[in-house]
């Protein structure tokens, strides 16, 4: 990592452990908050009609694409820290949860709005039938390990991540970058595995 003028001077200012502690209480309040929303959309008696002529079923697509836009912010992010550029960075991971906000945004209007659709199902009808299953072979066991590992990924890096962003923002930058070591590679992990679980899904929709 390259010691610039600018780093060296992001990292002589004071921790404000004040607002430290003001921020991991939000942090894990949203994170619950959110957890909560997740488990909660799954449930199709909580399925919320839509106006007739409205139609949600773009929003696969959107949310997909913002996914794998995140990934390349995030390597954007990594690059520009190692060459001591700290306000690119910071401008590149506050642009990269920016988008991670709007693709919740989409992936929760769309999964309470319309019906979950399920890998293989080629007639629709909501179950996997032998034949169905014959049909998908091995890809379907791909797709549902790629899958889990995904959700898993995500729901793990979500308190991480906004802690990380915690520890930057009140200048606890140790901290910061310890954090940052461990959920960097979940984040990216789940922003490149999210638009190849929308691929192998899309003939599906």
Not at 93 to 120: D, Q, R
């Amino acid at each position: 990592m390259r010691f610039t003028v600018e780093r060296t001077e992001w990292l002589r200012r004071e921790p404000n452990m004040q607002l430290w502690k003001k921020l991991r209480i939000v942090t894990w309040i949203l994170t619950g908050a959110v957890l909560i929303l997740v488990g909660l959309m799954r449930r199709p008696d909580l399925r919320i009609p839509l106006p007739e002529g409205v139609d949600l079923t773009f929003l696969p697509a959107v949310y997909s694409a913002i996914n794998g836009v995140v990934a390349v912010v995030l390597i954007a992010g990594l690059v520009a820290v190692f060459k001591g550029k700290i306000q690119l960075h910071k401008k590149l991971m506050l642009t990269a949860m920016g988008l991670s906000v709007l693709f919740l945004l989409g992936y929760v209007a769309y999964h309470f709005t319309n019906t979950e659709v399920i890998f293989g199902d080629l007639n629709k009808d909501g179950e996997i039938s032998s034949l169905e299953s014959a049909e998908t072979g091995g890809s379907r066991i791909f797709y549902l390990i790629l899958l889990i590992t995904h959700i898993v990924a995500a729901g793990v890096s979500l308190p991480l991540i906004l802690l990380a962003f915690s520890a930057a923002w009140s200048s606890r930058f140790s901290a910061h970058r310890a954090i940052a070591r461990w959920v960097y590679p979940i984040w990216l992990y789940v922003a490149i595995t999210g638009p190849i679980c929308y691929l192998m899904l899309k003939p599906y929709y």
